[in-house]
């Protein structure tokens, strides 16, 4: 699962990136020219496998994942993204928008003003209208090819109108059926956007921000992005006292997981034993059948059975042996809806 994070100049994207990853990648403000994208594979903080890797004791515990990419977007005169920055992002499941909401005198803003509002409407700009030009751009293809009559043609008509009108597809506008019919395009508008405010010390009031990204239907995230970069270079046992003093009981990391996982509609389920305690990442909904494919193809093609167990439930029986006798263990069938923290031991043939 990858998360793009896109920023006007001296936004602070990059510091996002090393606040959500402990790591330390130079920031704009005291690099030159242009840079590679700065990529990381950063392990989802999940405290029940923690729990449940003291208690089994496996050769090997395995978090979920989150690939964070700070893409070093390139702006073109008219306000748009070059193709190449476009590219990068359609190939991303999230993308992360990163707005300057900090006063820092050593850090001239590009816009010589601060205004969140401002900048963000740029940001969606360039991301609705690059998504206006795939659409027409098919749809004069469609009507050279004698085909304005297709389905395709008309849900593109409808999609071009939204866009137009300078509005996001969003997350729900289309179906199942029309994320296979576009999915060779990966419309970046109906991806799910996060918006994250960085503020700091001295901030511009985000309150107008947050409301014009909730009436879009888009996640909204405030990090005082300096001071947790800082933070996340400590070990996690000095973090506390700081991340205290931000009014903040958790690291940054943690608390944008959670937006992402909301965002894209996942939760996760686990999978214990002697060799592996591991989580494993699903969208909300999925059934039994489809998280075994997750694991491994052969389990979904031999689905017999998933024999389930609920995460607190197991905990407090203190293990698999004394929760199949208390009848904690429940055996159910490839359509059973998995639950965010459910067991799972996939039954299988093939």
Same mark, same amino acid.
């Given at each position: 699962?990858?998360?793009?994070?896109?920023?006007?100049?001296?936004?602070?994207?990059?510091?996002?990136?090393?606040?959500?990853?402990?790591?330390?990648?130079?920031?704009?403000?005291?690099?030159?020219?242009?840079?590679?994208?700065?990529?990381?594979?950063?392990?989802?903080?999940?405290?029940? +496998?923690?729990? &449940? =890797?003291?208690?089994?004791?496996?050769?090997?515990?395995? %978090? /979920?994942?989150?690939?964070? $990419?700070? !893409?070093?977007?390139?702006?073109?005169?008219?306000?748009?993204?070059?193709?190449?920055?476009?590219?990068?992002?359609?190939?991303?499941?999230?993308?992360?928008?990163?707005?300057?909401?900090?006063?820092?005198?050593?850090?001239?803003?590009?816009?010589?003003?601060?205004?969140?509002?401002?900048?963000?409407?740029?940001?969606?700009?360039?991301?609705?209208?690059?998504?206006?030009?795939?659409?027409?751009?098919?749809?004069?293809?469609?009507?050279?090819?004698?085909?304005?009559?297709?389905?395709?043609?008309?849900?593109?008509?409808?999609?071009?109108?939204?866009?137009?009108?300078?509005?996001?597809?969003? +997350?729900?506008? &289309? =179906?199942?059926?029309?994320?296979?019919?576009?999915?060779? %395009? /990966?419309?970046?508008?109906? $991806?799910? !956007?996060?918006?994250?405010?960085?503020?700091?010390?001295?901030?511009?009031?985000?309150?107008?921000?947050?409301?014009?990204?909730?009436?879009?239907?888009?996640?909204?995230?405030?990090?005082?992005?300096?001071?947790?970069?800082?933070?996340?270079?400590?070990?996690?046992?000095?973090?506390?006292?700081?991340?205290?003093?931000?009014?903040?009981?958790?690291?940054?990391?943690?608390?944008?997981?959670?937006?992402?996982?909301?965002?894209?509609?996942?939760?996760?389920?686990?999978?214990?034993?002697?060799?592996?305690?591991?989580?494993?990442?699903?969208?909300?909904?999925?059934?039994?059948?489809?998280?075994?494919?997750?694991?491994? =193809?052969?389990?979904?093609?031999?689905?017999?059975?998933?024999?389930?167990?609920?995460?607190?439930?197991?905990?407090?029986?203190?293990?698999?042996?004394?929760?199949?006798?208390?009848?904690?263990?429940?055996?159910?069938?490839?359509?059973?809806?998995?639950?965010?923290?459910?067991?799972?031991?996939?039954?299988?043939?093939?």
């Amino acid at each position: 699962m990858e998360t793009a994070i896109i920023g006007l100049p001296l936004s602070g994207k990059t510091t996002l990136f090393n606040a959500l990853t402990g790591l330390s990648a130079q920031t704009s403000s005291h690099a030159g020219g242009s840079r590679d994208a700065n990529v990381a594979l950063v392990d989802v903080p999940d405290e029940r +496998v923690e729990r &449940l =890797s003291l208690m089994f004791k496996p050769e090997k515990t395995i %978090f /979920a994942n989150i690939r964070f $990419k700070d !893409l070093q977007v390139e702006f073109t005169d008219d306000g748009g993204m070059s193709a190449g920055s476009i590219g990068e992002l359609r190939n991303a499941d999230a993308v992360t928008l990163v707005i300057r909401a900090f006063v820092e005198e050593s850090v001239a803003h590009p816009q010589d003003s601060l205004d969140c509002l401002r900048d963000f409407r740029r940001l969606m700009d360039t991301l609705v209208f690059s998504d206006l030009a795939v659409a027409e751009r098919r749809m004069e293809r469609l009507v050279k090819e004698g085909k304005r009559s297709d389905r395709e043609y008309g849900k593109l008509e409808k999609l071009a109108e939204r866009l137009g009108q300078g509005k996001p597809i969003g +997350v729900d506008l &289309l =179906s199942a059926d029309d994320r296979k019919l576009f999915s060779g %395009f /990966a419309f970046l508008t109906a $991806k799910p !956007l996060i918006v994250v405010a960085n503020t700091g010390e001295a901030s511009c009031d985000t309150a107008p921000l947050r409301a014009a990204v909730q009436e879009q239907g888009l996640a909204f995230f405030e990090i005082q992005g300096a001071a947790e970069m800082e933070i996340a270079q400590l070990a996690p046992e000095d973090q506390k006292e700081f991340l205290a003093a931000l009014g903040a009981v958790e690291p940054a990391r943690a608390r944008f997981v959670r937006t992402i996982y909301d965002a894209l509609g996942l939760i996760s389920f686990l999978t214990v034993g002697e060799d592996e305690v591991r989580a494993w990442t699903i969208p909300v909904g999925a059934p039994a059948v489809e998280a075994a494919g997750v694991i491994h =193809s052969d389990l979904a093609r031999g689905f017999i059975r998933a024999e389930v167990a609920a995460y607190d439930a197991l905990v407090q029986a203190g293990g698999l042996p004394a929760a199949r006798q208390k009848g904690l263990l429940r055996l159910e069938g490839k359509d059973y809806v998995v639950q965010n923290g459910d067991v799972l031991n996939i039954r299988f043939n093939v």
